[in-house]
């Protein structure tokens, strides 16, 4: 074909691009100095944040769910976290030799910059964390833990399946060693190893509390090997067995995202609402339902639904997907706002430890110097080859002009002997416009109505891309044989 199926450079905001600096790299946090525990304590605690005040009588039953969500890795909901983390701070500030009640508090800071968005909580669970490594020693199964979790808040997927390793092997039949682990490999793009992992936590005798979270975990990996049914299965019985209503609440998030990605946007929207119903404060509900609100044409509740949940926590991925839905009505100074707002945002995420490469090579590629989206992209896959970083750069390299090497990465992300058996749209989408430019016609327009047949509302901008690129393509000539490729799935 003489005419690219998209126009680099497209949909970019007004004014002068400016590319993000590569010197926002990965924020190292000092180990602490070995016997400085006692002597940090009021440095380690952040006075530069007051905590709201927690009223004695209600303190208790708040914080024990928060207590047995943060020791054991199920969702807690944030005034319960809020109150653990004032309560532990006072703990640590009366015994700093108390090696678990640095773990609690560290693992309370990062599920609260978790459920918040706020990377400023990492350092300080980070400093937590290793405060309890420093007073108790490096069989410390629970700052293990938190320091697994930590790094999967922050996307680094290698230092969580180090940490996740070492908790393991600390405490082999310990089932909460074993989530981290799964989405440490998952991130590595080791499917195999995330399998296994799960296998082996199925195996484990679970107790009542415990199985949800199971379950939910279990669900995770159905949905990258494309068994979608098994994931909502699993997800559904998990919200149901849930005891408390933040717990419940994620599960049916979870429900409501396997709906969106499938295109089953009442299904979505009832499942996101009910979420909100039981926690209000769940921001991945609160995002799910103006996603589906704007594919169901009610924009003006999305657009009311976005800017309510980036007035809590201006979330990069949530701004960007903002913007992209202005540029998609046309209103490109709006979206040209929210695209500087990301910028800041992804700023504060990098200082906090955050490694948010793969979503600035994302909008790079489409916003921005593809060229830059490469680089990064590239350095992102030597360090944590995942699905979602082969598909960001085959995408970046299309937009690059280099399609030939693009359309590796691109069926890395979506064939299944090469680990890519998630029902991604937006992946097919990407590998059926690669293929296009290479003139591969059969494959582009199977992989592009794979796209919209998978879920026809998954990109404001995207779907009529894919929409264009396929009346461009045009019928298939008669007798036209099926190609190497085929349907995935």
């Known amino acids: 074909m003489n005419d690219r199926l998209c126009e680099p450079g497209t949909s970019r905001p007004a004014g002068p691009r400016r590319r993000f600096r590569r010197t926002l790299g990965r924020v190292l946090v000092a180990t602490l100095a070995g016997g400085a525990a006692a002597g940090v304590v009021l440095m380690l605690l ?51 030799r108390d090696a678990r009640a640095w773990a609690v508090l560290g693992a309370a800071y990062a599920e609260r910059g978790r459920r918040t968005g706020d990377a400023a909580d990492y350092p300080r669970a980070d400093r937590a964390l290793r405060t309890s490594l420093e007073v108790r020693g490096t069989r410390n199964t629970e700052a293990l833990d938190g320091l697994a979790a930590l790094a999967l808040a922050r996307r680094d997927f290698p230092a969580a399946k180090r940490y996740g390793e070492e908790a393991l092997k600390a405490a ?176 504060q995420a990098v200082a906090g430890g955050v490694d948010e490469e793969l979503l600035i090579g994302r909008f790079e590629a489409d916003h921005g110097e593809a060229p830059d989206a490469v680089e990064r992209l590239r350095d992102e896959w030597r360090r944590q080859p995942g699905t979602e970083v082969a598909d960001a750069l085959g995408w970046a390299l299309h937009r690059a002009g280099e399609d030939s090497e693009a359309l590796s990465y691109a069926t890395a992300a979506t064939d299944k002997t090469k680990g890519g058996g998630v029902r991604s749209a937006l992946y097919a989408f990407h590998r059926g416009m690669i293929e296009g430019e290479l003139d591969r016609y059969g494959p582009a327009r199977r992989h592009l109505e794979e796209a919209l047949r998978i879920n026809p509302y998954f990109s404001p901008l995207g779907v009529p891309a894919a929409r264009r690129a396929l009346r461009t393509l045009g019928e298939p000539p008669p007798g036209e044989p099926p190609g190497e490729e085929g349907w995935e799935g």
């Not at 080791?190 to 799960?198: F, G, N, R, S």
């Open 172 to 347: 082999p039949k310990r089932w909460s060693a074993y989530p981290p682990l799964i989405d440490a490999y998952t991130g590595l793009g080791d499917h195999k190893a995330a399998q296994q992992a799960l296998d082996k936590l199925l195996g484990l005798r679970t107790g009542a509390q415990e199985r949800p979270a199971v379950m939910a975990r279990a669900a995770a990996v159905y949905r990258d090997r494309g068994w979608r049914e098994d994931a909502v299965a699993q997800l559904t019985d998990a919200a149901a067995a849930a005891r408390t209503p933040a717990e419940r609440a994620a599960w049916l998030t979870g429900v409501g995202q396997l709906a969106w990605e499938r295109g089953d946007l009442p299904d979505a929207l009832r499942h996101f609402e009910a979420a909100l119903r039981l926690d209000p404060e769940q921001s991945a509900a609160s995002v799910g339902r103006a996603r589906t609100l704007a594919a169901l044409g009610r924009t003006t509740e999305a657009l009311s639904g976005y800017r309510a949940a980036l007035a809590r926590q201006p979330d990069p991925a949530v701004l960007l997907e903002l913007g992209e839905l202005y540029e998609s009505r046309g209103q490109e100074r709006l979206a040209a706002e929210q695209y500087a707002r990301l910028r800041t945002a992804v700023e």
């Open 46 to 96: 952040p006075q530069e944040r007051p905590q709201p005040a927690v009223p004695p009588a209600a303190g208790p039953p708040r914080q024990a769910p928060a207590l047995t969500a943060v020791t054991y890795g199920v969702p807690a909901a944030l005034p319960g976290l809020t109150a653990l983390v004032a309560r532990q701070e006072q703990r640590v500030r009366a015994q700093p």
